[in-house]
């Protein structure tokens, strides 16, 4: 399942930067946020249950995969973190203390660190498993 | 400095217990297979309450199960 999402976020990012920039070309700002829509295919991850269900009468979660993802839910929000840190200080220092921006950035930002979170969560999920997933022995 | 180990002996554990599979002491334990090839392989140290349930399905001590290897690195 993390696999799902490390695709599906990894597809919504791609395709809205390639959207966002083929409008800004085109239409400029801020039509070109227009393009962010894409992000709308991270959602597909939010099937993954539904795709891959579990099986009845079998144990599909122990201790340590509780461990597994409460290490991974603390690198992607430490990643989150992270980020949001940078994106904050990154103005700072280009613009100056007299600097200023634009508000339309604070959604963003608060999307970017979302998607940041699930897509470190789920890298951090498939680095712990071995890649291979939890059949791989 | 020191490093310690956690040794097994779950694969000779199975294999004297009538070549008991990974999956069957996985139930037994009420675990993953995964869990059990984790824990085999060294890759991952169990729980206490795992380790005793590891040691009930073979019917023996835990400490015939698990033993604690502390090795001293020279610096």
Redesign the interface.
């Known amino acids: 399942m993390a696999w799902l999402f490390v695709i599906t976020t990894v597809l919504a990012v791609v395709a809205s930067a390639v959207a966002v920039i083929w409008l800004y070309g085109k239409f400029g700002m801020p039509k070109a946020v227009a393009g962010l829509a894409f992000m709308g295919i991270a959602g597909i991850g939010g099937l993954g249950p539904l795709i891959f269900k579990k099986e009845s009468g079998k144990v599909t979660c122990d201790e340590r995969d509780t461990l597994i993802n409460r290490r991974a839910a603390l690198a992607g929000f430490g990643t989150a973190y992270m980020l949001v840190g940078a994106v904050c200080m990154v103005p700072f220092f280009v613009l100056g203390p007299l600097g200023s921006i634009s508000v339309t950035w604070l959604p963003m930002i608060f999307m970017g660190a979302g998607i940041c979170t699930f897509f470190a969560h789920s890298v951090a999920i498939l680095l712990q498993y071995g890649w291979r997933g939890k059949n791989g022995k | 400095m020191a490093n310690s180990e956690l040794k097994n002996q779950i694969r000779r554990l199975r294999f004297e217990n009538g070549e008991m599979t990974q999956q069957q002491l996985?139930?037994r334990a009420?675990?993953?297979r995964?869990?059990i090839?984790?824990i085999e392989a060294g890759k991952?140290a169990?729980?206490l309450t795992?380790a005793f349930r590891i040691a009930h399905a073979f019917s023996v001590t835990i400490d015939q199960v698990f033993q604690y290897e502390e090795e001293k690195l020279q610096d």
């Open positions: 996985a139930e009420g675990v993953t995964q869990t090839i984790a991952y169990p729980s795992l």
